[in-house]
Structures are given as structure tokens and as C-alpha cells.
């Protein structure tokens, strides 16, 4: 069976997505739109709601992980291959407030058949960096969807 070709694999990224992102009811919940996604990468963004601010009137660090993750989660799978979380880390470089549109741009660095390692930086909307996740992926039975 030969490799798919770049059009193709393009294809298969955008439908493993919008499939993946129809039944990811905590990423609407939260107001996340998939703006784009090719083959081991993916661009989320969010914008953060009063409701979503901690104690210190910053954006709860869970939220901003939300948001890496489901960048990576769109990453990993758009090869069509049903992929999850093995392992993840957060730094926090900066702080993110109510109105603050987030960005978070995932990219693959490394992948074998069944691991894959991905690097998501999240950014505010002048650009600046606000935390820096990295995920380790591993790969289970099954495709995201029919295509």
C-alpha cells in the first residue's frame, strides 16, 4: 500500500479533526475554535471569559492546559490513527487575563508507529508567549473516523 500523497494527507488531517472536534464536547464547552490543522499539527484558540479566571484574577492554569491539550489531541490524531495522551507538561510563562484571545499552535517533533512527542506554544493575542506544553502521545486500536 503506498503513502498517501500531500493532498491527501491534508484531507485526512482535516477530516480526523472536524470529526475528532464534532464529539469534543469539553473544547466547546469552553469556547475553542479549530482554525487550523495539517498532518502532526493543529492551531486552536480561545478566548478567556470572566467565568474562567482564578483568585488572582488571571486565567486558571487548568484552562490554559485545556487549551495545549486539545491543540495537541487535534495534532496527534490527524493522521487518522486514534491516538491519546501518555504523558504531559506545563510551563506557565506568563499570565493571561479575562479577554485575552489564546493560541495554541501544536507541532510535532517526533513519531514512530505507535509514540509521538508534540511541542504546543500558547500565545496571547500581541503575541506573547503564556505557557509551553509538551505531550507524549500513544497510539491505541482504531481510526478517528471513516474519513
Not at 35 to 42: K, M, T
Not at 89 to 99: K, N, Q, V
Not at 120 to 147: C, H, K, M, P, W
Request: proline share 2%; net charge positive; aromatic share 6%.
Amino acid at each position: 500500500m503506498s503513502k498517501p500523497g500531500g493532498q491527501e494527507r491534508q484531507h485526512i488531517a482535516e477530516r480526523s479533526a472536524q470529526a475528532l472536534f464534532e464529539r469534543d464536547r469539553a473544547s466547546q464547552a469552553l469556547g475553542m475554535r479549530l482554525l487550523e490543522v495539517r498532518p502532526g499539527r493543529a492551531r486552536v484558540v480561545m478566548t478567556v471569559r470572566p467565568d474562567m479566571v482564578n483568585g488572582h484574577d488571571v486565567c486558571h492554569g487548568g484552562i490554559v492546559f485545556a487549551l495545549a491539550d486539545s491543540a495537541f489531541a487535534f495534532a496527534c490524531n490527524s493522521y487518522n490513527e486514534s491516538t491519546v495522551a501518555a504523558a504531559a507538561a506545563i510551563d506557565f510563562l506568563a499570565a493571561a487575563r479575562a479577554g485575552d484571545e489564546l493560541t495554541a499552535e501544536a507541532s510535532e517533533l517526533w513519531r514512530t508507529k505507535r509514540n509521538g512527542i508534540y511541542e504546543i506554544n500558547v500565545t496571547n493575542q500581541r503575541g506573547e508567549r503564556v505557557a509551553l506544553f509538551r505531550g507524549r502521545s500513544y497510539r491505541i486500536d482504531g481510526q478517528v473516523t471513516t474519513i
